[in-house]
């Protein structure tokens, strides 16, 4: 017996070592760090998405003249060689022009033939849905838009902070539907066609029973995202689909005592957090600069 439990705790050590030896982070987290404000203080930026062409779409609450919006979320984009921000013109992009809906975040595919937005309609936001939203399928490649929801999304649900993985096909996004661990839980759903989608899967690796969101898979294939903490509020995770190893809480100054999420890695030696103030008032969105 004594023999059978040394042979357990020796697997179990060894088993130990193995997994310690799949977290070993990137090398893009041993770098040393310039960090800056990205957008200005005394509004709410967040839901960042770098396009690939040196802009960063994001959405703000900031009110911009003449086209004062009273608070509502908005698409922005920000140029990150000037680091000036412009509100993005969205004419023929079906709700999200309307001033009555926010927005919490988009995604657009590496052909800009298609955008999935998160939107709300604050006129319907009572007691029970007070911060519900849902997900629009915007078709780009015609020359004008064709909106239309997603077949896979439930009325009564929230479906927000989208990403699309290209090389995958997947798009990811957090949701409350039925079938998830607790609160906001990271999904996928496969895209087989024009506004075609194959079943809708929980990623049952990385959610908890608390909210977890903004899943973002850079080009190496990992998966970042955020859960919310006992301690730190919400802090930035990593997962490795080819590990598969447990999720790796990032390393300072990725995550701070602050709320930390929407993390995007925009290049080798450039990325991107959003990050409560101290005072818990406003989100900014910060640029870390390896050097």
Known sequence: MKQVLQLIALFAFFSLQAQRKEMVLPDFFSQSFQISKLTPPLSNSLGATYVGDGRLLYVSDKASLPMRLNGKYKLWSVDMITEKSKPVKTKNLCEINEAKYNISGVTVDDSNSFMIAAINDDAFNDFLAETRMTLLHIDLSHGFSQCAVPPFVRIGYTYTNPF?????????????????????????????????????????EINTQNNDVYPYVHDDGRLYYSTLTATT?????????????????????????????NFVIISEKDAVVARSSGNAQFTLLYRLLAF
């Open 164 to 204: 699309f993985d290209d090389k995958s096909g997947y798009l990811y996004f957090a949701s409350d539907m039925p079938g998830g661990i607790g609160g906001l839980d990271i999904y996928r759903v496969l895209k087989t066609g024009p506004n075609q989608w194959g079943e809708v899967e929980l990623v049952p």
């Open 233 to 261: 509020g919400y802090d930035v995770y990593m997962y490795d689909f080819g590990r598969k190893s447990h999720p790796v809480r990032l390393p300072a100054p990725i995550n701070t005592k602050m709320d930390d999420f």
